[in-house]
């Protein structure tokens, strides 16, 4: 079965760098869109950015995430990466790994914490 499990979420302070890791099983995960799809407290579930099956070659991100935060993918091992930079309290949220099917959301990982916080 499809199995998604982040890690590599914590505590930050404002300024610093996190970079999160999704390690996909049960699928051929260099055939599928890949997201990361982010929770704050209190709100309501946000996108963040996407990236292409094989090489990765096209991205999109949230206009919140433009600039700071890069996607990345190693097929080889099955991994999804989200390098986040110039963290502010704004990006404090659960992170989730999310397997695209058909252009909507399919599995969910069960996401990893950041908090960002001085």
């Known amino acids: 079965q499809v199995q998604l499990v982040e890690s590599g979420g914590g505590l930050v302070q404002p300024g610093g760098s996190l970079r999160l890791s999704c390690a996909a099983s049960?699928?051929?995960?260099?055939?599928?869109?890949m997201h990361w799809v982010r929770q704050a407290p209190g709100k309501g579930l946000e996108w963040v950015s996407s990236?292409?099956?094989?090489?990765?070659?096209?991205?999109y991100y949230a206009d919140s995430a433009k600039g700071r935060f890069t996607i990345s993918r190693d097929n080889a091992q099955d991994t999804l990466y989200l390098q986040m930079n110039s963290l502010s309290s704004e990006d404090t949220a659960v992170y989730h790994c999310?397997?695209?099917?058909?252009?909507?959301?399919?599995?969910w990982g069960q996401g990893t914490r950041v908090t960002v916080s001085s």
């Open positions: 999310v397997k695209d099917l058909d252009y909507a959301y399919d599995n």
């Open positions: 049960g699928f051929t995960f260099s055939t599928y869109w």
């Open positions: 990236i292409s099956p094989g090489g990765g070659r096209t991205t």
